[in-house]
């Protein structure tokens, strides 16, 4: 059983950044693709960013092309986001989520199709 615990969030001025964790326990194997999603309040949920843990390609939401970068340490077993020019728009609680397939790019809008989810950490922008 796949297991995830999110960790970083917080609060940060416009601009700032911040860098989020997400550690896995349970296997997961080169098969699999993992990401972070995000929901504001009374916002639905909306794709960040995806990685596929063998080889990692990584697709990105326009919304943050450019700002934020995901990343995994396969030895540690965790994902990350960092999150560079942050926007007060960014603020939501960001989960991470993992699937036992690869992903294409439109799997960023894809958040049904992943099985495994963390309970959240909230990041707050203010300006």
């Known amino acids: 059983q796949v297991q995830l615990v999110e960790s970083g969030g917080g609060s940060v001025r416009a601009g700032g950044s911040l860098r989020l964790s997400c550690a896995a326990s349970?296997?997961?194997?080169?098969?699999?693709?993992m990401g972070w999603f995000r929901q504001a309040p009374g916002k639905q949920r909306e794709g960040v960013a995806v990685?596929?843990?063998?080889?990692?390609?990584?697709y990105y939401a326009d919304s943050v092309k450019g700002r934020f970068t995901i990343s995994r340490d396969n030895a540690k077993n965790t994902l990350y986001l960092q999150m560079d020019s942050l926007k007060p728009e960014d603020t939501a609680t960001y989960s991470c989520?993992?699937?036992?397939?690869?992903?294409?790019?439109?799997?960023?809008?894809?958040?049904?199709?992943?099985?495994?989810w963390g309970q959240g950490t909230q990041v707050t922008v203010s300006l």
């Open positions: 990685i596929n843990t063998g080889d990692g390609t990584t």
């Open positions: 989520a993992a699937r036992p397939f690869t992903c294409s790019d439109a799997h960023v809008h894809w958040a049904a199709t992943f099985g495994h």
């Open positions: 349970g296997y997961i194997s080169s098969g699999y693709c």
